[in-house]
Structure formats: C-alpha cells, structure tokens
C-alpha cells in the first residue's frame, strides 16, 4: 500500500511539473511575440533582396 501511495505521489508530481513546464513555455512565447525586432539597414555596395526562385 505505501508502494502504491509513493507511486501516485510521483506521477501526480511528475505532472505537475509538466504543467509547470508548459506555462513557462506558453509564457516565454508570449512575452518574445510582444518585443518588437529592428534589422540595421543594410550597408555596402550589393543591393539586398528576394528571389523566388530554386537552385538547381
């Protein structure tokens, strides 16, 4: 019976913990979605951009 009674103990910890876990995560996104990121504007003579097409 004290087997069984530390059994639940762990696993009733072992979720907590995965609870916890994910509230931190779900925080920490959260909190990095809501600062704001600037890029230094590019320097030098190569224009800077976007092709849209694959390497072959």
């Known amino acids: 019976m004290n087997l069984?009674?530390?059994f639940f103990k762990a696993?009733?910890?072992l979720i907590a913990l995965v609870i916890v876990m994910i509230v931190g995560l779900i925080a920490a996104l959260r909190a990095q979605h809501s600062m704001?990121?600037?890029l230094?504007?590019?320097?030098g003579p190569f224009?800077?951009?976007?092709?849209?097409?694959s390497w072959q």
């Open 40 to 43: 230094p504007a590019p320097t």
């Open 4 to 6: 069984l009674k530390t």
């Open 11 to 13: 696993i009733a910890g």
């Open 47 to 53: 224009a800077v951009g976007f092709i849209g097409s």
């Open 36 to 38: 704001s990121l600037t």
